[in-house]
């Protein structure tokens, strides 16, 4: 698995002209990149003087509280709210996925994940996104009858048939159950390793960002307040190096564990939820 | 999708007993009437019996009478509601779509709309004369209401994080509105044609009183002139069985057009 490592990002030093740091991978520059953004709704700041990179093929999670202003980034990434002007990079290929499926009811499955195809070959391109995903079987069902799970995944072919070279993940297993979750992360990651998008990933659960990202951001209060590479190999499933990395990170969250220890070990509960 | 276990329940045993209960408080009703005109308790200048009904009925289907003056009733109705839900349609989706559309049209309809349509009659036959057109305006003006309200309300109504993923995947536009506004507004404007439909109904009724010679109306005011109550009582019904069917064709459109709801799929 390569580890794409980009760019050393420094917190502190937001006018830093951006220094190209060599790439492992053979594209020209990153995926997304964002300069000193700031974005205010009337008189809330919420997001302040944001730098953010993101290289291609990478996967990054974002974690931060509710409030911290991780939506509004990536709405912001999504093309959803415009940049007003400032500097902003993204892919033109992009998709979301939502914490919601947001299927459109009156549309079946297929037609759904085709949504805004052109071409002769829309069902087909959604057949196999569906097949790729586990639904192959289910493409003429009313949206409806999918199960939580099973629609999560069909926005997931949906965002996935477009072949975006950015895809944005809103939360979007927080609403499954804990099983799915996890057969969810497998699937986002074979996916991921299949078609190299670059990922950001925002979600409030601190154990999923490990086991999936590269990186892992954290957002406070419309600032990165820090960031973690994870090296690990996948697959992640704890270990005193990941219960390190999460430590490290709920203290950025402003969550203090006691020292390792007998305590430690009953207070790392597996879903990790770090703030609802 | 499997029904809940005391639907399905009522389905199979309770269900068709209770069917066949139902029947009969209406048919002891008729056979009292009945009975009540037979012995002279009921003078049929008042209410004509059930039996006198059935073959003032049958006589007036068999002399083309019935038929001839329905299908004129029935093309007033439709050549009304077609044109008021057009117009209704129109201006719902010019106000819902576009703030301006709506700043410039809701405050006139809403003014408008308080007027019963009915109060509408003296004007309308001063403007339009006592023909086909007064007859016509009323019912398009009635039943452009319900249709406007209902569709301005759906188009509103549209989940806008539907619309937001929808723009996430790039729709927008004409594609946004095909796609995903409309079909979201259906199941609102389809009340609205209900309403429309039975509003079609009760001002065809007094519309028709506007100095016809022809159509069911017609048919009363003659029938009242010669204290006919037989051939009133049939066209009361003709109304009400014009009204039901309108009503089975809705929910038939409903069942084809919202296939997709939750209480519509079978499994």
């Given at each position: 698995?390569?580890?794409?490592?980009?760019?050393?990002?420094?917190?502190?030093?937001?006018?830093?002209?951006?220094?190209?740091?060599?790439?492992?991978?053979?594209?020209a520059?990153?995926?997304?990149?964002?300069?000193?953004?700031?974005?205010?709704?009337?008189?809330?700041?919420?997001?302040?003087?944001?730098?953010?990179?993101?290289?291609?093929?990478?996967?990054?999670a974002?974690?931060?509280?509710?409030?911290?202003?991780?939506?509004?980034?990536?709405?912001?990434?999504?093309g959803?709210?415009?940049?007003?002007?400032?500097?902003?990079?993204?892919?033109?290929?992009?998709?979301?996925?939502f914490?919601?499926?947001?299927?459109?009811?009156?549309?079946?499955?297929?037609?759904?994940?085709?949504?805004?195809?052109?071409?002769?070959?829309?069902?087909?391109?959604a057949?196999?996104?569906?097949?790729?995903?586990?639904?192959?079987h289910?493409?003429?069902?009313?949206?409806?009858?999918?199960?939580?799970?099973?629609?999560?995944?069909?926005?997931?072919?949906?965002?996935?048939?477009?072949?975006?070279?950015?895809?944005?993940?809103?939360?979007?297993?927080?609403?499954?159950?804990?099983?799915?979750r996890?057969?969810?992360?497998?699937?986002?990651?074979?996916?991921?390793?299949?078609?190299?998008?670059?990922?950001?990933?925002?979600?409030?659960?601190?154990?999923?960002?490990?086991?999936?990202?590269?990186?892992?951001?954290?957002?406070?209060?419309?600032?990165?307040?820090?960031?973690?590479r994870?090296?690990?190999?996948?697959?992640?499933?704890?270990?005193?190096?990941?219960?390190?990395?999460?430590?490290?990170?709920?203290?950025?969250?402003?969550?203090?564990?006691?020292?390792?220890?007998?305590?430690?070990?009953?207070?790392?509960?597996?879903?990790?939820?770090?703030?609802? | 999708?499997?029904?809940?276990?005391?639907?399905?329940?009522?389905?199979?045993?309770?269900?068709?007993?209770?069917?066949?209960?139902?029947?009969?408080?209406?048919?002891?009703?008729?056979?009292?009437?009945?009975?009540?005109?037979?012995?002279?308790?009921i003078?049929?200048?008042?209410?004509?019996?059930?039996?006198a009904?059935?073959?003032?009925?049958?006589?007036?289907?068999?002399?083309?009478?019935?038929?001839?003056?329905?299908?004129?009733?029935?093309?007033?109705?439709?050549?009304?509601?077609?044109?008021g839900?057009?117009?209704?349609?129109?201006?719902?989706?010019?106000?819902?779509?576009t703030?301006?559309?709506?700043?410039?049209?809701?405050?006139?309809?809403?003014?408008?709309?308080?007027?019963?349509?009915?109060?509408?009659?003296?004007?309308?036959?001063?403007?339009?004369?006592?023909?086909?057109?007064?007859?016509?305006?009323?019912?398009t003006?009635?039943?452009?209401?319900?249709?406007?309200?209902?569709?301005?309300?759906?188009i509103?109504?549209?989940?806008?994080?539907?619309?937001?993923?929808?723009?996430?995947?790039?729709?927008?536009?004409?594609?946004?509105?095909?796609?995903?506004?409309l079909?979201?507004?259906?199941?609102?404007?389809?009340?609205g044609l209900?309403?429309?439909?039975?509003?079609?109904?009760?001002?065809?009724?007094?519309?028709?009183?506007?100095?016809?010679?022809?159509?069911?109306?017609?048919?009363?005011?003659n029938?009242?002139?010669?204290?006919?109550?037989?051939?009133?009582?049939?066209?009361?019904?003709?109304?009400?069985?014009?009204?039901?069917?309108?009503?089975?064709?809705?929910?038939?459109l409903?069942?084809r057009?919202?296939?997709?709801?939750?209480?519509?799929?079978?499994?």
């Amino acid at each position: 698995m390569a580890q794409a490592v980009l760019h050393a990002r420094e917190p502190a030093a937001p006018a830093a002209p951006a220094t190209p740091t060599p790439s492992p991978r053979r594209t020209a520059g990153p995926a997304v990149r964002l300069r000193a953004f700031t974005r205010r709704f009337g008189d809330t700041v919420v997001l302040h003087d944001l730098d953010l990179e993101i290289a291609a093929g990478e996967f990054v999670a974002l974690l931060g509280r509710s409030g911290s202003g991780k939506t509004t980034l990536l709405r912001t990434l999504a093309g959803l709210d415009p940049p007003d002007g400032q500097e902003l990079v993204t892919p033109s290929r992009r998709a979301v996925v939502f914490q919601d499926p947001r299927l459109l009811p009156w549309k079946r499955v297929w037609r759904n994940v085709a949504l805004g195809l052109t071409g002769t070959d829309a069902r087909d391109r959604a057949r196999a996104a569906l097949t790729e995903v586990g639904l192959g079987h289910r493409l003429d069902v009313w949206p409806t009858t999918l199960s939580g799970g099973e629609a999560q995944r069909a926005a997931l072919a949906r965002a996935l048939v477009r072949e975006p070279e950015l895809l944005l993940l809103d939360e979007p297993f927080a609403s499954v159950d804990a099983l799915t979750r996890i057969r969810m992360h497998d699937l986002v990651l074979s996916l991921w390793r299949t078609h190299r998008p670059a990922v950001l990933l925002v979600t409030h659960d601190v154990d999923e960002a490990i086991t999936l990202a590269d990186r892992v951001l954290v957002l406070d209060a419309g600032r990165i307040a820090g960031e973690e590479r994870i090296a690990l190999p996948r697959p992640r499933d704890g270990g005193p190096e990941f219960l390190g990395i999460r430590r490290r990170l709920l203290g950025l969250l402003g969550l203090e564990l006691p020292p390792p220890g007998p305590v430690a070990e009953l207070l790392a509960f597996p879903s990790g939820e770090a703030c609802a | 999708m499997s029904l809940n276990p005391a639907v399905s329940l009522s389905n199979k045993g309770a269900f068709p007993t209770l069917r066949g209960q139902r029947w009969v408080s209406p048919v002891v009703l008729i056979l009292l009437w009945e009975a009540g005109s037979r012995l002279g308790l009921i003078p049929s200048h008042i209410l004509a019996a059930p039996s006198a009904v059935i073959g003032d009925a049958w006589d007036m289907i068999v002399s083309g009478e019935l038929p001839s003056n329905m299908l004129v009733s029935l093309g007033r109705a439709m050549a009304g509601l077609a044109l008021g839900v057009t117009l209704g349609s129109a201006l719902a989706i010019a106000a819902g779509l576009t703030r301006a559309g709506e700043n410039a049209l809701d405050p006139p309809v809403q003014m408008l709309r308080t007027l019963p349509s009915l109060a509408l009659t003296p004007l309308f036959i001063v403007w339009f004369g006592i023909g086909e057109t007064p007859k016509i305006a009323l019912i398009t003006l009635g039943t452009m209401f319900p249709i406007y309200l209902n569709l301005f309300n759906g188009i509103r109504g549209v989940d806008p994080k539907l619309i937001e993923a929808a723009r996430s995947f790039g729709l927008q536009g004409w594609d946004l509105i095909v796609h995903v506004i409309l079909p979201g507004a259906l199941p609102s404007f389809l009340l609205g044609l209900r309403f429309a439909l039975a509003g079609s109904w009760l001002i065809l009724v007094v519309a028709e009183q506007i100095n016809a010679s022809a159509g069911l109306g017609y048919l009363i005011n003659n029938a009242r002139d010669f204290s006919r109550t037989d051939t009133i009582v049939v066209c009361l019904i003709v109304y009400a069985l014009l009204g039901l069917s309108a009503d089975a064709i809705v929910r038939a459109l409903e069942r084809r057009a919202l296939a997709w709801r939750p209480s519509f799929i079978k499994s």
